[in-house]
């Protein structure tokens, strides 16, 4: 549930994941975001998956303990991005959830350790990047799994163990993981925001967001599949079955919101989004059947 969780997120916001780990009580992701989504997608990936966990074994309330914690790597130097993956990988080794000396790390199913070791893995999942910053393509596999398990290996070692965990000390306890170049950057960007040089929360900017481009372009597609066109679809009622069917499926598809739908459906409230997604979902009229049917050919 966890893996089709994050795979749906990822075709949501077009998220790139190079690295990732499931543990008892958390998780960790090298995670690159081509558009400028972060916020939107992790409160839908961390909210659908409590939900989503609470429902299947019966419980209530927070899964996860507070707000996710997210620092930024540098790429433009490949030390920086091998640093961030390889703590990921071992943090089963680490919680000493496999027996060192006795097991194999990709023996611990709840990463993405075991496909770059023995291959396959979701479509989602990003290995190029990882690979290229020790020098190695995607088939060299066994290059990857030697340097692992060396790294497991010095976990046992008082010494190693020690070396490994300064090396991590910036991912753990710091703001940022690069050189100095990059600190500098990211200051003054945020700089700029503080001083209002860049909203990207007003319109131009959440526009050009991902999960509302990705909506313009489904409502577009939409609209053809239905046979009607937006200037005649916006003059309608604003409860019309059509505008309810597309409003269900941007829910369902995208991390847009529900005022952003209302805005551009011309429904009116933002509850009316909501009660639209709700109905449509369960409804087994013979029109919604026919209308969400002409919606499922959609591929982005």
Request: some cysteine.
């Amino acid at each position: 549930m966890w893996l089709a969780t994050l795979g749906e997120a990822c075709r949501r916001t077009g998220w790139r994941i190079h690295a990732w780990v499931l543990m008892d009580n958390h998780f960790h992701l090298l995670l690159e975001t081509p558009e400028a989504n972060l916020v939107s997608g992790m409160k839908w990936l961390q909210g659908t998956y409590t939900q989503r966990y609470n429902a299947r074994h019966r419980k209530r309330g927070h899964l996860f303990q507070g707000r996710y914690r997210s620092v930024p790597v540098e790429t433009a130097e490949g030390l920086y991005f091998q640093t961030v993956s390889t703590y990921i990988h071992l943090n089963p080794a680490r919680a000493k959830l496999i027996r060192v000396g006795e097991q194999k790390l990709w023996e611990y199913p709840w990463s993405s350790y075991p496909h770059y070791a023995r291959g396959g893995g979701p479509e989602w999942s990003a290995k190029e990047r990882v690979l290229a910053s020790l020098g190695l393509g995607l088939e060299e596999r066994a290059g990857y799994e030697a340097y692992i398990e060396s790294r497991v290996l010095e976990l046992g070692i008082k010494a190693g163990r020690k070396e490994l965990e300064a090396s991590w000390a910036g991912l753990r306890r710091g703001w940022y993981v690069g050189g100095e170049g990059f600190r500098l950057g990211l200051l003054a960007r945020a700089k700029d925001g503080l001083a209002g040089r860049r909203r990207e929360s007003h319109a131009g900017g959440a526009r050009r967001a991902h999960d509302q481009a990705q909506a313009e372009r489904m409502v577009e597609w939409g609209l053809g599949q239905l046979g009607t066109g937006k200037e005649e679809l916006m003059a309608r009622p604003k409860g019309q079955m059509e505008k309810q069917v597309l409003a269900w499926w941007l829910r369902a598809q995208t991390t847009a919101s529900r005022r952003w739908i209302a805005e551009e459906l011309r429904m009116g409230y933002e509850s009316r989004v909501s009660q639209a997604a709700s109905s449509v979902e369960t409804s087994q009229a013979r029109q919604v059947v026919e209308l969400k049917r002409k919606l499922q050919g959609y591929r982005g």
